[in-house]
């Protein structure tokens, strides 16, 4: 058994031969690094990660017993959507067929409009995006949804990728990759389709913001018509719209533009002497994003860049692992109202909820007697407090997953179902009072956040 102090440190991870004062992190840590290898399939390790695998565990014991679950229910659909991911015989039987589909749609694109409207299509699906979106809280006024529209188009991290000589490397290994998978993928090609798009990424980069300044709160804040955005672009970009807002056509209508002088560029990249690139771009991340749930070599060429060349991780995690992910990403929140009931009683709950209210109190009482605030920012920072909402271990109104679609014989199918379902519900959003019981992650997920836009942890 491991002793404690009081203070919650561990003693067998000490290293008392390291003074504190020379190195406090290898002092407190040391032993625990010492002994600990980081397993195989992850890019780091600690107690976050040793807690999200207990949590794995046991969301796969409720995913694998829902596959026996009663047909039309909720649960069935957890099953049958892992099930889905699990069947490796009729994947590899499939080949790479469920692609024959796309890559005739993108052979017939002959525009710009067609490709905008594909495009928009295939964003809807999680397939491919030329422009970033995402619906939050307006930053203006926080008590209306608004879509905020960003830079994107990239298959690297971010553009310092494609112009930083330190990632020379990584733009080699990422043009042997792509010829690789496209050559895997059955396009025809695939050298020539690859340099076409990595060409023109490359120019999409040069639009793009740097990441310090696309963290600039008030730079990317720019509200904007959507006859404004069109202006700005220089395109008719109608026919993406109505690809993606097909529940709500007036989403659009008032938008933000994080990144203003990308949607010029972009604007001068959508030209029809472009077509054959864009077409190139495309069939590139159709490729990218099928790759996951398609036969094994194309699962495991996709991994070998985007899990071990970009963030070092030498083995691909267990496939019941990546189906419990897949799951998870789905239908989130309908797993953790079962993993709820199972493994957070009440009581804890209530311990939970007098804990944060505890430290809510002591917030207040800090902020009632420090000498360095005047007394209106005193009354607004307690104003603030009293506005502030911690929510504690799972939702008090669950999703409702009723109109989601879900074959067990249709991975690639129940894949992009959901991904409209997820979009459709965010795109849906626009027009409608801010939703304040929504969570924006599972109450099985090993994490936290503050939403600024919401005041709420």
Known sequence: MTDVLPAGLALDDLSPDIRPQDDLYRHVNGAWIARTEIPGDKARWGSFHLLAEQAEADVRAIVEESQEAEEGTLARKIGDLFASFMDTDRIAAAGVTPLAETFAEIDAIDGIPAFLRTVGTYDREGRAAVIGLYVDGDPGNPERYLPVLVQAGLSLPDESYFRLDTFAETRAAYREHLERLLALAGVAD??????????????????????????????????????????????????????????????????????????????????????????????????????PYLTDDLVQENFSFYGTQLTGVPTIRERWKRGVSVTEGALGEAIGKVYVERHYPPTAKAAMDELVANLVEAYRQSIETLEWMTAETRQRALAKLDAFTPKIGHPEVWRDYSALVIDPADLLGNVRRAAIFEHDRNIDKVGKPIDRTEWHMPPQMVNAYYNPSMNEI
């Open 190 to 291: 695939a050298a020539a389709q690859a340099e076409r798009s990595i060409a023109l990424e490359t120019e999409l980069a040069g639009h793009h913001w740097d990441n310090v300044r696309s963290r600039d709160a008030v730079a990317t804040y720019n509200l904007k018509t959507w006859d404004e955005l069109q202006a700005l672009a220089g395109v008719d970009l109608t026919p993406w719209r109505e690809a993606v807002t097909p529940t709500n056509p007036r989403a659009f209508d008032e938008v933000v533009v994080a990144q203003p002088s990308f949607f010029e560029g972009l604007g001068g990249l959508l030209t029809p002497e472009r077509l054959d690139d864009w077409k190139a771009w495309l069939r590139a991340k159709v490729v990218h994003a099928a790759a």
